[in-house]
């Protein structure tokens, strides 16, 4: 399933405690590089080192399998993940959790 397709399934869904899980790795374990939006910025603006994921641009010429193993494995200034989540998570995490990119906008509703 491609990025963009699970993208839709997600405005129809839900989140389920899983998710909502995830979503406080993402903000325990990510926003510290990437921004409680996944932007790349801090609250202040700031850029915090961590590539922008909100991109639409670059997004869309991604592959979900690509992605999620550079979250296992790292990838540059970003460390592995693998011990702390599997690739299923990994997966959920880029396609349930991660902000979509549509105008800039974060999909973290919980983001702070
Ligand atoms: C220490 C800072 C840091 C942390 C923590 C971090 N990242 Fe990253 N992330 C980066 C940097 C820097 C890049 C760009 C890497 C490159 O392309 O050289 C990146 C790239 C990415 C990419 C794009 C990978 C690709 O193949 O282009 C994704 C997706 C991503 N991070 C997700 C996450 C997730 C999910 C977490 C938390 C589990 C996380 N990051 C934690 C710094 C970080």
């Given at each position: 399933?491609?990025?963009?397709?699970?993208?839709?399934?997600?405005?129809?869904?839900?989140?389920?405690?899983?998710?909502?899980?995830?979503?406080?790795?993402?903000?325990?374990?990510?926003?510290?590089?990437?921004?409680?939006?996944?932007?790349?910025?801090?609250?202040?603006?700031a850029?915090?080192?961590?590539?922008?994921?909100?991109?639409?641009?670059?997004?869309?010429?991604?592959?979900?399998?690509?992605?999620?193993?550079?979250?296992?494995?790292?990838?540059g200034?970003?460390?592995?993940?693998?011990?702390?989540?599997?690739?299923?998570?990994?997966?959920?995490?880029l396609?349930?959790?991660?902000?979509?990119?549509?105008?800039?906008?974060?999909?973290?509703?919980?983001?702070?």
């Amino acid at each position: 399933m491609g990025l963009r397709f699970s993208m839709l399934l997600l405005l129809a869904a839900p989140l389920s405690a899983e998710v909502r899980d995830l979503k406080g790795f993402f903000q325990a374990r990510c926003a510290v590089c990437h921004g409680a939006d996944g932007s790349g910025r801090g609250p202040n603006g700031a850029r915090l080192g961590g590539r922008n994921l909100t991109d639409a641009r670059w997004l869309a010429k991604q592959q979900e399998a690509g992605l999620a193993a550079s979250i296992l494995k790292g990838r540059g200034a970003m460390p592995g993940f693998r011990r702390q989540i599997s690739e299923a998570e990994a997966r959920r995490l880029l396609t349930e959790v991660i902000p979509k990119g549509a105008k800039g906008k974060a999909a973290i509703p919980e983001a702070r």
